[in-house]
């Protein structure tokens, strides 16, 4: 069983509509992060956090350390946001990530 | 903006073949990573580098070997190619601040590998 689940697999919206990703994780971490990655492969870093909540444009990402929980909101949905969106978590005494196994996003104009 | 460079975006190998991939980060980062990503699977760590010459088997390193020469290069090999090993291939960089506890990684645009 993989320690991080993402939900949901698939997600297709209309432009316009507000987004929320959700990643779940069964151990204690010292970090999560979330990525971005495009059709043709490269993937990009768009936050890492370990607490409450960060904020970069329309990308909006929380944490429930308690919950083991995150989740990504994009406001304001682009087709330029369809992408894979990756989770990972930094588990404790371990320094390498777990990665889930991606979100599949598609924006409809 | 750090870079992170991996010599080829396609590659196609034949079965037995020894194949070299190769990554260059001008960021002076300490960490160096190689994954490979298959469908269903997400990203999976065949070795990862702290420093020049360090290496560390990481969750799938059979059937690979990798080099740290220099700070800024690190090479993945695949002594002898298998089918088996057609995937893509990334590899990431991250600066070391005395442990690499949840340091942000930067990625190069990956490696699509076919061994036929």
């Known amino acids: 069983k993989n320690e991080v689940e993402q939900s949901p697999q698939n997600l297709t919206a209309q432009e316009g509509e507000f987004i929320t990703i959700n990643c779940s994780y069964s151990?204690?971490?010292?970090?999560l992060h979330w990525l971005q990655q495009h059709p043709g492969g490269g993937i990009v870093s768009l936050f890492m956090?370990?607490?409450g909540k960060k904020k970069h444009g329309r990308l909006i990402a929380t944490i429930n350390i308690q919950e083991k929980h995150s989740s990504l909101h994009i406001t304001a949905s682009h087709p330029r946001d369809s992408a894979v969106y990756i989770c990972?978590?930094?588990?404790?005494?371990?320094?390498?990530?777990?990665f889930g196994t991606g979100t599949r996003l598609t924006i409809i104009p | 903006d750090v870079k992170v460079t991996q010599s080829s975006r396609y590659l196609v190998k034949r079965t037995g073949e020894k194949v070299f991939l190769e990554c260059v980060q001008d960021?002076?980062?300490?960490?160096m990573f190689w994954y490979r990503q298959d469908p269903g699977l997400g990203l999976r760590l065949i070795y990862f580098?702290?420093?020049?010459?360090?290496?560390e088997k990481g969750d799938i390193p059979e059937g690979y070997s990798v080099s740290r020469e220099k700070k800024e290069r690190f090479s993945l090999i695949l002594e002898s190619a298998s089918t088996n090993q057609t995937s893509m291939y990334l590899c990431?960089?991250?600066?070391?601040?005395?442990?690499?506890?949840?340091?942000?990684?930067?990625f190069g645009s990956g490696t699509q590998l076919s061994v036929l």
């Open positions: 960021m002076d980062h300490e960490n």
């Open positions: 580098s702290y420093d020049v010459k360090m290496k």
């Open positions: 151990v204690g971490i010292s970090a």
């Open positions: 956090l370990s607490s």
């Open positions: 990431a960089s991250s600066l070391s601040a005395g442990g690499f506890l949840g340091e942000k990684l930067f």
């Open positions: 990972a978590v930094s588990l404790f005494g371990n320094e390498k990530l777990t």
